[in-house]
């Protein structure tokens, strides 16, 4: 079935770095679009960054840019989040999700977020 | 940069009862807006997509409206599997695809 599991996800002092994964399966993944999207302990939904399917454009948001990278290895069905020096406020739980895509006809729409992982934990802490 | 809100923050409500939440958006977003459903220690799940298109295997008392910068979820009758926080979300255009603050609906 169509699945996301995300892993690498710790406990880490500030400053530090951390990769997360997110591998995926049962849908072509070089297919689609991919998000990261954070949720703090308590906190509402952050979206963090996005992918595009061949890995051509990648955009962040403010709160991470310039720290967090995204990628993907599509040979290995595999998304990554490298992020650098983490603070205190980058700990949450972080979800990879697959973009919803819509195509009628000849027209191709894309929407949300159709599948999610179950997330991973990241604890910035000294 | 699209800024999400949305109202109210918080409702209680019984079993059985219509439920509606609002979203509102900086500016338009056309039909980019989608709704989701979360529930404590899972990960969210997509409700409604392109502000009124029901996702499949969601119940039809699950419905939205809406275009430009307001837009409406409604739970037509309550059922007790539906408590739960609700967040919007743009998808138009460029990032940052931003989400609603969340509505969290509980007892009454």
């Known amino acids: 079935q169509v699945q996301l599991v995300e892993s690498g996800g710790g406990v880490v002092q500030p400053g530090r770095s951390l990769r997360l994964s997110c591998a995926a399966s049962?849908?072509?993944?070089?297919?689609?679009?991919m998000h990261w999207v954070r949720q703090a302990p308590g906190k509402g939904l952050e979206w963090v960054a996005v992918?595009?399917?061949?890995?051509?454009?990648?955009y962040y948001a403010d709160s991470v840019k310039g720290r967090f990278t995204t990628s993907r290895d599509n040979s290995k069905s595999t998304l990554y989040l490298q992020m650098n020096s983490l603070r205190a406020e980058d700990t949450a739980v972080y979800y990879c999700?697959?973009?919803?895509?819509?195509?009628?006809?000849?027209?191709?729409?894309?929407?949300?977020?159709?599948?999610w992982g179950q997330g991973t934990t990241v604890t910035v802490s000294s | 940069d699209i800024q999400m809100t949305q109202s109210p923050s918080s409702l209680s409500a019984y079993v059985g009862d219509r439920v509606t939440i609002t979203c509102r958006a900086s500016?338009?977003?056309?039909?980019?807006l989608d709704w989701y459903q979360q529930k404590p220690g899972k990960a969210p799940k997509l409700l409604i997509y392109?502000?009124?298109s029901l996702q499949s295997g969601v119940p039809s008392r699950f419905s939205g409206s809406g275009s430009g910068t307001d837009f409406t979820l409604t739970i037509s009758s309550l059922q007790p599997e539906d408590f739960a926080t609700y967040y919007c979300?743009?998808?138009?255009?460029?990032?940052?695809?931003?989400f609603g603050p969340g509505t969290k609906v509980d007892i009454k």
């Open positions: 049962g849908f072509t993944f070089s297919s689609y679009d």
């Open positions: 992918i595009w399917y061949d890995g051509s454009n990648k």
């Open positions: 979300q743009q998808s138009y255009s460029s990032p940052p695809f931003t």
């Open positions: 999700a697959r973009v919803f895509i819509v195509a009628t006809g000849t027209s191709v729409y894309h929407y949300g977020m159709d599948v």
């Open positions: 500016q338009s977003i056309s039909s980019y």
């Open positions: 392109g502000a009124s």
